[in-house]
């Protein structure tokens, strides 16, 4: 067995490939694995954050994921499962309600999920997303003004937050680029983030819809607490871990 107190680079490498395989890691667990103490593990912990591998947190570290690219990369990038998880969310949108869904490729999946025959308003920041909505006969659409942002694909700036703050949402369909049970949702683009954070204090009740690859893992900004989450849809195939965790945080889990 190799003696990993003796190796810190294979330490640190085997750090790396539990984090990449659960998306988190504990300190006291590493500890008893690798037979070293904590403060070794916590000072691991601190080079790899320095690589930009993972974001320490309290008692351990979780994945820090790269930036996905644009909208229009990531559009084909898991589009079954993204499929899957749009169906389950349009499940939860109400006959005449006023909803916002935001930009982001599951998003866009689930304005097309949406049936054809359900009365709603729709608001919302991609003009991908309100093009589609405008093949649903029934469905108002409404779209915020200002510039599009290349990488978002959608309107985050402050004209478009303004126009945000004069609208109550029963329900508001938020998208990320990372989430944890401990650091709650998170993305890349500061705007986008703080975009985000207006509509969510607009809104009723916040649902969020992920694939399993976002989960759980950090971006650099943080939108929302688990907490103020109310519910998350996701793939079946989610590990039951990471699930009971986000349950100890009082958000609603709906798997598809």
Do not use: W
Not at 39 to 48: K, Y
Request: glycine residues 6%; aromatic residues 6%.
């Amino acid at each position: 067995m190799l003696d990993y107190a003796a190796f810190p680079e294979q330490r640190q490498d085997r750090i790396r490939a539990i984090l990449q395989d659960n998306g988190r890691v504990v300190c006291a667990e590493l500890a008893t694995q690798m037979k070293v103490s904590e403060h070794t593990i916590r000072r691991d912990l601190h080079e790899l954050s320095k690589e930009g591998i993972c974001k320490k947190v309290y008692g351990g570290a979780v994945l820090q994921l790269p930036d996905a690219g644009n909208f229009f990369s990531r559009e084909q990038k898991n589009s079954a499962k993204k499929d899957t998880i749009a169906q389950k969310a349009a499940t939860f949108i109400k006959p005449g309600s006023c909803i916002f869904i935001d930009t982001g490729t599951t998003n866009l999946a689930l304005a097309k999920a949406i049936p054809a025959d359900l009365s709603v308003t729709i608001v919302t920041n991609s003009p991908a997303i309100a093009t589609e909505l405008l093949r649903h006969p029934q469905c108002e659409v409404i779209m915020t003004g200002g510039q599009i942002q290349r990488a978002s694909g959608g309107a985050v700036c402050a004209t478009a937050a303004s126009q945000i703050q004069g609208i109550i949402f029963d329900q508001a369909f938020i998208g990320g680029c990372a989430m944890d049970p401990e650091t709650g949702l998170t993305g890349f683009d500061f705007a986008d983030c703080e975009f985000k954070k207006t509509v969510i204090a607009q809104s009723s009740q916040t649902l969020v819809a992920l694939t399993t690859d976002k989960i759980p893992g950090v971006a650099r900004f943080v939108v929302a607490k688990s907490s103020d989450i109310d519910v998350l849809i996701v793939e079946a195939s989610m590990d039951k871990a990471v699930l009971d965790a986000f349950a100890t945080q009082d958000v609603r889990i709906v798997c598809a």
